[in-house]
C-alpha cells in the first residue's frame, strides 16, 4: 500500500568542486497537489552550505535550469524522470 502523502526522494546531479555541493532536482508531491505552480525545486543538496534554489513552474523549466549549471541531455532526462514522478503528477512535466 503506498503513501499518498510520500514525496519522491530528490534525484542528485553533478557536485561542483568548488562549492562542495551538487544539485539535485526535487519535486513537490504536497505543493503540486495543492494546485501549485512552482513544484520543481533545483537546489543545493548539501545541507551545509545552500548556494542556490530555483523553483520552477515545470520539468521543462527545470531541465533548463540544469543545463545552465551543467550538461544535461534534456529529452533523455525528461524520458527518465517521467518514470521517477507520481503517475498523478506526470501532466506537471
Not at 520539468?59 to 534534456?74: K, P
Request: with cysteine; proline share 5%.
Amino acid at each position: 500500500m503506498s503513501d499518498s502523502n510520500a514525496q519522491p526522494k530528490p534525484i542528485r546531479y553533478k557536485w561542483d568542486p568548488e562549492t562542495f555541493t551538487g544539485y539535485q532536482l526535487r519535486f513537490d508531491a504536497e505543493g503540486a497537489a495543492k494546485g501549485g505552480h512552482y513544484c520543481f525545486h533545483v537546489e543545493d543538496w548539501n545541507c551545509r552550505t545552500v548556494t542556490h534554489e530555483w523553483p520552477c513552474q515545470d520539468l521543462t523549466e527545470a531541465l533548463e535550469v540544469l543545463n545552465r549549471l551543467f550538461s544535461v541531455d534534456i529529452e533523455e532526462e525528461r524520458a527518465r524522470l517521467n518514470a521517477w514522478l507520481p503517475a498523478e503528477y506526470r501532466a506537471a512535466t
